[in-house]
């Protein structure tokens, strides 16, 4: 099994890196900065287990890479780059005859739940992934992971009944925890894609209004979160038991990486980094959606939305926008 890791940031070139780590057969796929410092230095990968660096072969998109029957899609990249992403990759064709879409399986390593849906849409092979892991892009050629005991917790499963035999699914997972990783395989891991949902809903907030979170960030993070469960319930929506979740990561924590502390989640980096987008719409966005679909109000997800997506076209940098105002606004 090659794995084509689409989207080498943060979480992919965690992913990437530890498995090109362990010997498994990788392609990274990047573009600008972080592609090029790929091609020239390799990419280094520091976790509590200490610092590796790779060499892998690099690819800039479909045109560089030479598909295969064994080959598996990795999409990380950003949910509001998903579309483009299968697009460039759907139809290319694999060696032997068929497309990548026909043959091979694509795997969503990403935050959101309408991921899925649109792989499913093109791709036969559809595999979900729930990523825990507390990755962060330090610089073009490095990033680190600071979670302990292992990286990072990434359940697998089909996305749809017959999206994914078991034989793909033992080979991923037995990847996966060769690199490290722990890789449970479950058939409902949609449900840990909603749970996962509901936590991320914090994210606008920390990217709006900083880190530190005080009395008004707390109470925009418990509001946001109540409106997305009563907007799961009320679309029939299963969502992983508190106790299950509690109990498969009970021993999961972050560590202090000496000089590459983990400040801010995924968007928090977005806006770090200037990349011009956010994916609050993927996130708050599918509870505002769900909300209007179902009747449900979602004030404060359509706010946190909504400043989330200006604030990363206007290139607003994190902690700029105070959560008392964001809170009045909200339930005003």
Known sequence: MRHIIIGTGAVGGVIGGLLAGAGKDVVLVARGP??????TGGLEVTTAAGTVRVHPPVAAGPQDVDLHPDDVLVLAVKSQDTAVALEAWADRPVSGGGTAAERLTVVCAQNGVDNERAALRRFAGVVTMCVWLPATYLEPGRVSAGGTPVPGVLTLGPAAPSSAGDDVLAALAGDLTDAGFRAPV???????????????????????CGTARDDAAAELVDRAQAEGLATLRAAGIAVLDDSVHDAARADFRMSRLPGLEHTGGSSWQSLVRGTGSIEADHLNGEIVLLGRLHGVPTPVNAVLQRHARQAATSGATPG???ADVLLREATA
């Open 186 to 208: 479950d058939v409902d891991v949609m449900a840990w894609k909603y749970r996962k949902l509901l936590s991320n809903l914090a994210n606008a907030v920390e990217a709006l």
């Open 320 to 322: 700029s926008t105070a």
């Open 34 to 39: 972080q592609l090029e410092a790929l091609r």
